[in-house]
């Protein structure tokens, strides 16, 4: 209830005039709640306007390259903490999670910094003048440590649970659940399981089965709901193969061994998607492997609870998930929706052959082209004018391994997306 650790970070440590930087924070390993730890860093950070964020330690030993996790804090090899990085960092980086609206600017005088060691009560971490629950809803630096008067006492009262920023997209609900939706970035951690129906962002929880974090980030200049590409990623609990536990608090010094593993979770989500009457949306989700190809695609519909998307991990075998998002809706912006649209390629990378989503208008005349990394077409091939949504089957054994750009052409509109062929 007094903001634990996350709040005494933030609260009046930066200095209102100089930059400041977070290096000596982590959620210690073995922990079954470990995984929130990246999104309440990187969401209370961005807060905050914090600089510069690096978790406590990347490897704290000299081995890099057992697949094994052999300290309490080195997040290396440790897939419920390294899988979120991706999406947090693009988050923190790009600004998705804005800064509070209001800062507060404590001033210390000269008496209250004298007298203060006489106010820890030898405590480690020491003690504050101010509610600490403030750093949970504004931004909190200190001006002086020699103020001529001091305004700690004149601070608003403290927060109290749930703690939502002054921004409103930050809510931490202390029975166990962050949540931070804005537009390009959406994220929550905790017993999703007890928390069905939450929404963050355009997405509801409809069924979970345990404790895990959950983020959605858009690649795109856009919201995430309206992201031609987005990326989700679901992360739970880390542990070695073979790690022993006595009762749930302790594995006294049985480590186990390599390779570290992640307990598969299995989530529905339903998105909301505004679309106009004689409007539909769809998506191709995809599962992806460690480097970002495609492992497997799946189409979904649009139903009546909207888009509802299983990520089930003792299938799916991953923690990233890939988005494309097909709207026939007017844009976000205002404009008309397009006359035709390319909806995607699956499988991607493809070997044998690639399926091409299409959504044309009735008598649309429409050709397929496909150039090489070097501006030279290879293939070029009339499309049947056929209204509505269709599949175009194309055959890339021909082709030689690499990059090509695949170029649909419709009423005198190009749209292109990239395939690997391997």
Known sequence: TDGGAIARLMAGVAPADKPYTISEYNHAFPNRYQTEGVLFLGAYASLHDVDGV????????????????????????????????????????????????????????????LGYPGLDGGAWGGTWLFPTTLALKHRVVTGSYGAGTTNVGSLPAATTAPFVSDTGDIRWDTAGLLSVSTAGFSGVAGSLNSFVGSEFGSARIAAADGFGTLTWVSLEPTASVHSGRSMLTLSSVAQNTGMTWDGTRTIHNNWGSAPTVMKPLRVTLRIGVPIAPEATAYLFLHTLDATGVVTSTRRVDLGPNGLEIVL?????????????????????????????????IWPNPASGIA????????????????????????????????????????????????????????????????????
């Open 54 to 113: 690096m978790l406590f330690d990347y490897n704290g030993s000299k081995d890099w390259t057992t697949d094994k996790v052999d300290s309490y804090f080195s997040i290396a090899r440790n897939p419920a903490m390294m899988a979120l990085m991706p999406s947090m960092a693009r988050a923190y980086r790009e600004g998705m999670i804005p800064e509070a609206r209001t800062t507060l600017t404590a001033e210390y005088s000269d008496d209250e910094v």
């Open 355 to 422: 399926r091409l989503g299409i959504t044309m208008e009735a008598g649309q005349e429409a050709s397929l082209e496909v150039f090489d990394m070097l501006g030279r077409r290879v293939f070029k091939r009339p499309i049947p004018p056929e209204p509505g949504r269709s599949t175009i089957d194309l055959d890339v054994s021909r082709f030689a391994a690499g990059l090509y750009q695949v170029r649909l052409t419709a009423g005198g509109v190009a749209k292109a997306r990239p395939l690997v062929v391997r």
């Open 312 to 344: 089930d991990q003792a299938v799916d075998r991953t923690p990233w998930y890939g988005i494309e998002m097909v709207n026939t809706t007017a844009r976000e912006g205002g404009g008309l929706p397009d006359r035709f649209s390319f909806d995607g």
